[in-house]
């Protein structure tokens, strides 16, 4: 039988989400209290501190599950998104007290942002070797063509079986033609083996975020055009919608702005022509959530 990468259980402990969290927020808590307050803080903190404590510690615990998700996503596994959304996350605590008025300790919240950051930074570049996927692949079909992508190891298989060697899943075109039984034997073993089996449409879609078209099929359902009624109704509340919002978000706006130029060089605004409804041509016009990179960043891939 096969053993499955970060299988074991102190890495699965030490890597879960539940662990870091319920590690971090102790610590920050006890950043932000301890050293104000001592170990006694329970008699000795005021309720300003105390409430600004809590506070810190859910933007922690937001900014933290904000931060595994985002490095989910295809081609995001960057450090650049740390500062950004640990800035937001408190800039919307310290935001929340000042419209409802509440009275806060700066210094606990300046501590708590410290040590969230310093936390997040931390996390990050001592996972980043865990992080990078390794994969094997049967060559086979479409598995010839995998040579680079995002984040991930890919390692050639010259026979049906692992050996000693610990992968994250097994990535085969199921659909090949010339998969011969040994194969077939070998994904059955590593499946058994609790080792997931991916097909290389899955892997393809996962790491760059664009779907491969197959095929192309009539429309079964007939014309599913929206009626001019809805158009005209939907056009008048997303203006009205738009005209509403833009001064409670102004302020985030401008924040947003300042967090971008302070994070790397280029433009705040990034504008791009696009195709809309009726192949009308428009422009674009977002926060830049990109930066340009000084070299480029090649994934290899290794035969075994």
Excluded at 44 to 60: H, T
Excluded at 282 to 301: A, D, H, N, P
Aim: glycine content about 6%; proline content about 3%.
């Amino acid at each position: 039988m096969y053993v499955r990468r970060h299988s074991r259980i102190h890495e699965q402990i030490l890597l879960s989400t539940l662990f870091q969290l319920t590690v971090g927020s102790l610590l920050v808590s006890c950043v932000t209290i301890i050293p104000l307050w001592g170990f006694d803080f329970w008699n000795r903190i005021d309720k300003n501190s105390f409430n600004s404590a809590m506070g810190v510690l859910i933007a922690f615990n937001i900014t933290f599950i904000s931060l595994r998700r985002l490095l989910k996503y295809p081609g995001s596994q960057s450090s650049a998104y740390i500062l950004p959304t640990t800035a937001i996350v408190f800039g919307i605590l310290v935001a929340f007290n000042l419209i409802n008025r509440a009275e806060y300790s700066i210094q606990v919240i300046l501590l708590g942002f410290i040590t969230t950051l310093s936390w997040c930074y931390i996390g990050y570049f001592i996972g980043h070797r865990y992080r990078l996927q390794r994969f094997a692949l049967v060559p086979l079909g479409e598995a010839l063509e995998f040579r680079e992508t995002h984040g991930t190891q890919f390692v050639f298989l010259k026979k049906p079986d692992l050996g000693k060697e610990r992968f994250d899943a097994v990535v085969a075109d199921l659909r090949a033609k010339n998969l011969t039984p040994e194969w077939e034997k070998f994904l059955a073993r590593c499946t058994l083996s609790r080792i997931p089996v991916y097909h290389t449409k899955q892997i393809i879609e996962s790491l760059t975020g664009r779907v491969k078209i197959t095929y192309l099929s009539e429309n079964e359902f007939g014309s599913l055009l929206p009626s001019k009624f809805y158009e005209t109704i939907k056009r008048f509340i997303d203006f009205i919608a738009a005209l509403f919002f833009f001064p409670i978000f102004s302020p985030f706006m401008f924040l947003i702005a300042i967090l971008i130029r302070l994070e790397s060089k280029g433009k705040v605004v990034f504008s791009q022509k696009r195709m809309g409804y009726r192949g009308r041509i428009f422009t674009l016009y977002k926060f830049r959530t990109m930066y340009v990179e000084k070299k480029r960043k090649r994934i290899y891939s290794r035969r075994k």
